[in-house]
């Protein structure tokens, strides 16, 4: 009797990992359902940020419904930049008058189970809501009902306080016609306050996944007070460059990580930099709250300059402040995005100055935070008089101000032969200043 207990109480509690184990076998793939996304161009880009922000405006308006209209190349423009920014992503969407299929593969860490979360959901049309038809997860098939239930499930779960419910409730109605889906969206109340939350969600699980503590707002104060004390110093000795400001910020973190981390010194520092040189809004991304009397003394940091112009500082700084807060690709696509979207506009044009700037923030933050020395080895570099050339490369003969039609003409798209040649040439620069390993000093 004794043993027959034993092996029923044993049953009950191998059994759920078993079928735990084999439910993860069945969603998990070694082959990837999407290979690649489609490559990045001005259109895929301008397509994206309109439909974003068409999305966000409606959602966001005071009239009860709205409509969006938009096309599957829109939605595959936004699934192509999502991937340029994170290789492990893969995503396409295709419309027909009758279904709407969403394909997505996630590239996994190495293990002895498959490298490849697929994911595929089918949506008709319907007057009443979003009518999903399946889920798919890897081998894995749910139906109509709980395909609708786990994904409110997981969405809310992923957004907290039943947010997920609340987005997908925002969908009123979805008609498909041609290549064209139109969805009559319902205004989502308090959507400022449900977006900073997912923000603060979202910030919390990067710094959980990757094991990091938030930053210290009174380490980062501590620095941005300093820039401040160096702002006064410097203002009557035009032109101002930035290398002006790193010297006695990199100065007093390698003092203070005598005995301490000079990763975490180096990132307050920066982010305490991008706050202030780059965009005061740094402060609300990374969950920080300077003091107002503190914001109110920036004024000394306008006509600041990189290689004798405020709008490289601008993009240094910027991107060195996102390589802190997103993964590094993200950084590199936000650069990229950007310098897109200014060929569509008609305006300054595809710069590859700015570019340059872009990718040499990217690396300076990654070198300020590289705990095998290289966080050290630029206080050491730094903490002083330091030149520009030590951080940042020559840049004054690349091409900028393209307009669209020239862009695509001379280079194509971001993943043509021409353009990725010329940018590893930029990488190259930047591998040889000093900060970066390098030699040259120009």
Same mark, same amino acid.
């Given at each position: ?18 079928? =735990? ?23 895929? $880009? ?63 860490? *190495? ?125 009557? =000795? ?5 290398? $002006? ?95 897109? =979207? ?14 340059? *700037?872009?990718? $040499? ?73 000093? $900060? ?7």
């Amino acid at each position: 009797m004794k043993r027959r207990r034993s092996l029923i109480i044993t049953l009950l509690l191998i059994t759920p990992l078993v079928l =735990l184990l084999l439910l993860v076998c069945l969603a998990i793939e070694r082959e990837p359902l999407i290979v690649e996304t489609a490559v990045p161009t001005v259109d895929s $880009a301008l397509r994206a940020r309109n439909m974003a922000k068409n999305v966000l405006d409606t959602l966001n308006d005071r009239r009860e419904t709205a409509s969006i209209m938009t096309t599957d190349d829109d939605l595959n423009a936004l699934m192509t930049l999502v991937g340029r920014g994170d290789q492990r992503f893969a995503g396409r969407v295709r419309v027909s008058p009758e279904i709407m299929y969403v394909k997505v593969s996630l590239r996994l860490p *190495a293990n002895p189970l498959g490298r490849y979360l697929n994911l595929q959901g089918e949506l008709i049309p319907d007057e009443r809501g979003l009518n999903i038809k399946l889920v798919k997860v890897g081998k894995l098939g749910f139906p109509r009902p709980l395909a609708t239930a786990l994904l409110k499930s997981l969405l809310n779960l992923g957004l907290g306080n039943s947010e997920g419910t609340a987005l997908m409730e925002s969908v009123q109605s979805l008609t498909l016609n041609g290549n064209t889906v139109t969805m009559n969206l319902r205004a989502v109340p308090q959507l400022k306050e449900r977006l900073k939350r997912l923000q603060a969600s979202l910030s919390r699980l990067h710094d959980f996944s990757r094991g990091e503590k938030p930053l210290d707002s009174l380490l980062v104060g501590h620095y941005y007070g300093l820039l401040l004390e160096t702002g006064r110093n410097v203002q009557a =000795l035009p032109p101002q460059s930035l290398a $002006a400001y790193l010297g006695p910020l990199f100065r007093v973190a390698r003092e203070r990580s005598a005995t301490g981390d000079p990763v975490k010194e180096n990132s307050a520092a920066l982010l305490a930099l991008a706050i202030y040189l780059g965009d005061p809004r740094f402060d609300k991304l990374a969950g920080l709250n300077l003091k107002p009397e503190l914001r109110r003394l920036s004024a000394y940091s306008q006509g600041v300059n990189l290689g004798g112009r405020q709008d490289l500082r601008l993009h240094f700084v910027i991107s060195a402040g996102l390589k802190l807060l997103t993964d590094q690709g993200i950084s590199t696509v936000i650069g990229e995005f950007k310098e897109l =979207l200014d060929a569509g506009r008609g305006k300054s044009g595809f710069s590859f100055v700015d570019l340059a *700037a872009d990718r $040499a923030g990217i690396r300076f933050a990654k070198a300020a935070a590289d705990p095998n020395g290289g966080a050290r080895r630029l206080q050491e570099l730094l903490a002083g008089n330091p030149a520009e050339s030590l951080f940042f490369p020559p840049v004054t003969d690349l091409p900028e101000n393209l307009p669209r039609e020239h862009f695509e003409q001379r280079y194509g798209g971001v993943d043509s032969a021409t353009y990725n040649r010329l940018v590893r040439d930029i990488d190259r620069r930047i591998d040889k200043c000093p $900060a970066y390993g390098g030699t040259s000093r120009r």
